[in-house]
């Protein structure tokens, strides 16, 4: 069973900042990429950032490339999404997610099918 437990959600103001974290433990190994989705009231689940537990690579949607970072930790067993210059539109609940699929998990977006294991979800909310 693989755990991810996310953390670092919150309320800020807009321009502000948040480092959201998200921990793996569990029946991990075999990952190759980890992400962050998020989700707004009413509308889909959209891929975040992702991250190549490999090799590294990483992947951003075009309304966060600029603004949010995705990294990971020396063991591969955390991933962070360091978000700057918040904006009201980045309010939604963020999801971590972990992908052991050997095929594409991008494809002009990240693809929300390639990952199978979820955390439980935590709330970012952003004031103008």
């Known amino acids: 069973e693989v755990q991810l437990v996310e953390s670092g959600g919150g309320s800020v103001q807009a321009g502000g900042s948040l480092r959201l974290s998200c921990a793996a433990s569990?029946?991990?190994?075999?990952?190759?990429?980890m992400a962050w989705f998020r989700q707004a009231p009413g509308k889909p689940r959209e891929g975040v950032a992702a991250?190549?537990?490999?090799?590294?690579?990483?992947y951003y949607a075009d309304s966060v490339k600029g603004r949010f970072t995705i990294s990971q930790n020396n063991a591969k067993t955390a991933v962070y999404l360091q978000s700057d210059n918040l904006k009201p539109e980045d309010t939604a609940t963020y999801y971590c997610?972990?992908?052991?699929?050997?095929?594409?998990?991008?494809?002009?977006?990240?693809?929300?099918?390639?990952?199978?294991?979820w955390g439980q979800g935590m709330q970012v909310t952003i004031s103008s």
């Open positions: 997610a972990l992908s052991r699929s050997w095929g594409e998990v991008v494809q002009g977006s990240i693809l929300r099918f390639a990952f199978d294991h």
């Open positions: 569990g029946d991990i190994d075999g990952r190759t990429y």
């Open positions: 991250i190549n537990t490999a090799g590294g690579n990483t």
